[in-house]
């Protein structure tokens, strides 16, 4: 079993910057392939960003070029650097992660989620 906690959601202007953070535990976390999805209201849930357990890194095409994900494996956590932030990416951001057993891009594990509120 693995845990996460996101944190680091807030409001912030259009075009301010935003870091989340998800903290894992329960299992070996640099074994474990990682992403970040995002749920605003009245939508589904989209893919945002993954990372690999050798961090290799991709990205939906909405946040290339001002999201970056990243790992530190010493803290067992899981970033999101939100830059550029706009309206649109106003949603509960939640961080997953793959169970090595069942293959790749499995997330089994989901947090809670955390709110991004971007004003314009």
């Known amino acids: 079993q693995v845990q996460l906690v996101e944190s680091g959601g807030g409001l912030v202007q259009a075009g301010g910057s935003l870091r989340l953070s998800c903290e894992a535990s329960?299992?070996?976390?640099?074994?474990?392939?990682m992403g970040w999805f995002r749920q605003a209201p009245g939508k589904e849930r989209e893919f945002v960003a993954r990372?690999?357990?050798?961090?290799?890194?991709s990205y939906a095409d909405s946040v290339k070029g001002r999201f970056t994900i990243s790992r530190d494996n010493a803290k067992n956590t899981l970033y999101l650097q939100m830059n550029s932030l706009k309206p649109e990416d106003t949603a509960i951001y939640y961080c997953?992660?793959?169970?090595?057993?069942?293959?790749?891009?499995?997330?089994?594990?989901w947090g809670r989620g955390t709110q991004v509120t971007v004003a314009s």
């Open positions: 329960g299992r070996t976390f640099s074994s474990l392939p």
């Open positions: 990372i690999s357990s050798g961090a290799g890194t």
């Open positions: 997953a992660a793959d169970d090595p057993n069942n293959g790749l891009y499995s997330y089994d594990y």
